[in-house]
């Protein structure tokens, strides 16, 4: 079982709002970092750090966190959206990088 | 840009030892931290461990004791040796390249599948 908990499965109606949440102690020490994953395809870094996007992720999607829990939310889901989500971020000790379990996001 | 491109076997017979390469394109690693990753198909991603362009590494405490990850700075290439190898061995590995925290993956190569079979 991984350090960081996410839920396995989450949809979204078309244009609606969407929060996927990554749980573990950790967090309360280390920001999370966010990936997108579609089907055949390597992961891709969306959302790092407090709340950075890399050149090219669209504002729609936002990070947050609190206490032990991190959040990706992506404001007005697309049907590109459709895809697996992983957190990671340092394990409990801080020595070693931990992912989540990932969240498969429908898009309805 | 930079790019990254795992090579190696895409075949590994079971107790044998799993060997890739990654080579770094369009720029230089000589900066930043080197991981690998992988993912058995169907599954979730498991970091396996990284390296530092200096040489300092760490280790998956759960693969430690089978796992090799090195550079060579000329070659603007890095390694990973996974030993003794089974069948829950058998994944797609990526490498990628922590860019501003060793957490921070923000380039991936495109992964290829290592399967362990006989």
């Known amino acids: 079982s991984s350090e960081l908990t996410q839920d396995p499965a989450v949809s979204v109606a078309l244009g609606q709002t969407v929060r996927i949440t990554c749980q573990g102690d950790s967090l309360r020490s280390y920001y999370a970092n966010w990936y997108q994953q579609k089907p055949g395809q390597a992961p891709g870094l969306v959302i790092y750090g407090k709340n950075n996007r890399p050149s090219g992720i669209p504002d729609r999607f936002s990070g947050s966190s609190s206490g032990n829990t991190a959040s990706l939310t992506i404001t007005g889901a697309q049907a590109e959206d459709e895809a697996d989500y992983y957190c990671n971020s340092r394990d409990s000790s801080g020595n070693h990088v931990v992912f989540g379990g990932g969240t498969k996001l429908t898009v309805l | 840009q930079v790019q990254l491109q795992e090579s190696g076997p895409g075949l590994v017979k079971p107790s044998e030892t799993l060997s890739l390469t990654c080579t770094v394109s369009g720029g230089s690693i000589s900066s930043y931290y080197w991981s690998w990753i992988r993912q058995p198909p169907g599954k979730g991603l498991e970091w396996i461990g990284y390296i530092y362009y200096s040489g300092s590494t760490n280790y998956n405490p759960s693969l430690k004791s089978r796992v090799t990850i090195s550079v060579d700075t000329s070659k603007n290439q890095f390694s990973l040796k996974l030993n003794s190898v089974t069948a829950a061995d058998t994944a797609f590995y990526y490498c990628?390249?922590?860019?501003?925290?060793?957490?921070?993956?923000?380039?991936w190569g495109r992964g290829t599948l290592v399967t362990v079979s006989s």
């Open positions: 990628a390249r922590g860019r501003t925290t060793v957490t921070t993956l923000d380039l």
